[in-house]
């Protein structure tokens, strides 16, 4: 049986650790639940607004086989969990 849907999108505040390049932000480490996960792979990026507030959304591949996505209002300058799931590949 698969994850419900309740159990793997979290939607909780974490903390990210980045660098920021010619307006680009590089995710290299996300600090949830008291594990660190080291970013492995950028998936995907994209942008979305809701009214006022643009926010980025990121898709990342982690050292320990984890697939988060990510969202960073823009606004509150807040990181989200929004998704997770185990990498089968």
């Known amino acids: 049986m698969g994850l419900t849907e309740q159990y793997n ?17 590089n995710i290299k480490r996300i600090k949830w639940k008291n594990t660190i996960y080291k970013v492995t792979e950028v998936i995907s990026e994209f942008l979305t607004r809701e009214g006022d507030n643009p926010s980025m959304n990121y ?14 209002e823009k606004i509150n300058m807040t990181w989200f969990l929004i998704k997770w799931d185990y990498d089968s590949t």
């Open 9 to 25: 999108t979290p939607f909780e505040k974490v903390e990210v650790i980045n660098h920021m390049a010619n307006g680009k932000i």
């Open 59 to 72: 898709t990342v591949k982690t050292d320990q086989d984890i697939i988060l996505q990510l969202k960073f």
